[in-house]
């Protein structure tokens, strides 16, 4: 295969994985995750402590799905590298999503989110399947580490 090839496969496998959150298809979910008996994949879900072993982190896809009633997932900044079977996907995750409904309507309140992912792939002989997944919240109004309000001047090095 070449780069170009791995990279689309690896982007299909990255795209599926989210649109299988989308429609709650938890065994798309599972069956984009690596499963080998041999190496422990991990999940770390924003505000959640590190999931290790294909059984937590399914476990911990399940509950999000039961407990989301509408989620939807504007992927931007999507960059992916490749290192012979391991890929290494990084985007922002724009998400809308809305629980239970209250009082009778269709659908609870929504609320948007921003989440920058770190998405770690492996070739198998059934196609790259997810290794690890990291996903950390963008604080509200922070511009990153070039923001002269996130940069203290108690930071600098000692003389």
């Known amino acids: 295969m070449t780069p170009a090839t791995d990279a689309a496969a690896v982007e299909a496998a990255n795209t599926a994985f989210y649109e299988?959150?989308?429609?709650?298809?938890?065994?798309?979910?599972?069956?984009?995750w690596l499963?080998?008996?041999?190496?422990?994949?991990?999940?770390?879900?924003p505000g959640w402590p590190v999931l290790t072993g294909r059984g937590e982190v399914l476990r911990s896809y399940a509950l999000i799905m039961a407990n989301t009633?509408?989620?939807q997932f504007f992927l931007t900044d999507l960059k992916i590298s490749?290192?012979?079977?391991t890929a290494l996907v990084t985007c922002?995750?724009?998400?809308?999503?809305?629980?239970?409904?209250?009082?009778g309507a269709e659908l609870g309140p929504l609320v948007g989110q921003l989440v920058v992912?770190?998405?770690?792939?492996?070739?198998t002989p059934d196609g790259w399947?997810?290794?690890?997944?990291?996903?950390?919240?963008?604080?509200?109004?922070?511009?990153?580490?070039?923001?002269a309000?996130?940069?203290?001047?108690?930071?600098?090095?000692p003389s």
């Not at 299988?20 to 984009?32: C, H, K, Q, R």
Request: negative net charge.
């Open 20 to 32: 299988a959150m989308e429609t709650g298809d938890f065994d798309t979910v599972s069956g984009l």
């Open 35 to 45: 499963d080998d008996d041999a190496t422990p994949v991990t999940c770390v879900h």
């Open 69 to 71: 009633e509408y989620i």
């Open 82 to 85: 490749l290192a012979a079977d």
């Open 92 to 103: 922002t995750e724009n998400i809308l999503s809305g629980g239970p409904a209250e009082d």
């Open 117 to 123: 992912a770190t998405n770690v792939f492996r070739r």
């Open 129 to 147: 399947r997810l290794w690890s997944h990291h996903a950390s919240p963008v604080l509200a109004g922070d511009d990153g580490p070039d923001n």
């Open 149 to 157: 309000e996130t940069a203290p001047d108690d930071l600098e090095p």
